[in-house]
């Protein structure tokens, strides 16, 4: 299965609203809502942000967000603080595999 | 709390084989799947695959089969994972990861796997 597309980079400055991007398919993305988004800061595990789409695990603030259209998902940072400057990578269950997107860089200018 | 801890950095040789230890406690190892994750040198996740912990049947992702093997000790709720004709381009952290439903919830802190001659 090919990596779910996601942009390299992108940025904005703290108080602001960014939107990650994350497409697949029909057969990942489109097929299901098992969509999650990893938060990863440089050198740490992963930490899971999102999940089925929109729902937050315990401990994740409501400031992130999450969407999706046909084979498009969403991920939407608003109120931007420093600390939200890491790597970002959705995922999707579709099943009996699983893909990650490329992961997108987010910098808090 | 939930944790899983895994064994330390590697090095090894081309050819040579490794073994990868997560240790899981906190929680019923057997109530949850448990994944494997490679990320090579400021590269992607990739899903290697899943190793159901209550019958011990692996899944294997397609690119990790053949040299790539999940294991289990339910009786100190440990997961493996064993990679054999290690390659250079196998260098990478490799993380396990629990799988509450569809989504991974709790991620061992990665072991780096390194593989030069």
């Known amino acids: 299965q090919s990596a779910l597309t996601q942009p390299r980079s992108v940025s904005g400055s703290p108080g602001q609203s960014v939107t990650i991007s994350c497409t697949g398919t029909s057969s990942d993305v489109g097929a299901s809502n098992y969509v999650s988004w990893y938060q990863q800061h440089p050198g740490k595990a992963p930490k899971l942000m999102l999940y089925?789409?929109?729902d937050r695990p315990s401990g994740v603030p409501d400031r992130f967000s999450g969407s999706k259209s046909g084979n498009t998902a969403s991920l939407t940072i608003s109120g931007l603080q420093a600390d939200d400057e890491a790597d970002y990578y959705c995922?999707?269950?579709?099943?009996?595999?699983?893909?990650f997107g490329g992961g997108t860089k987010l910098t808090v200018l | 709390q939930v944790q899983l801890v895994q064994s330390g950095s590697e090095l090894k040789e081309p050819g040579a084989s490794v073994k990868v230890s997560c240790k899981a406690s906190g929680y019923n190892f057997k109530s949850y799947a448990m994944n494997w994750v490679r990320q090579a040198p400021g590269q992607r996740l990739e899903w290697m695959g899943w190793?159901?912990?209550?019958?011990?049947?692996?899944t294997n992702a397609q690119g990790f089969t053949g040299r790539f093997v999940f294991s289990l000790d339910t009786s100190v709720s440990t997961a493996y994972l064993q990679i054999s004709t290690l390659k250079v381009e196998d260098t990478a952290v490799y993380y396990c990861v629990r799988a509450r439903v569809r989504e991974f919830d709790q991620w061992g802190q990665g072991t780096l796997v390194t593989v030069s001659s």
């Open positions: 190793i159901d912990t209550n019958t011990g049947n692996p």
């Open positions: 995922c999707s269950f579709a099943g009996t595999w699983v893909v």
């Open positions: 089925d789409v929109s």
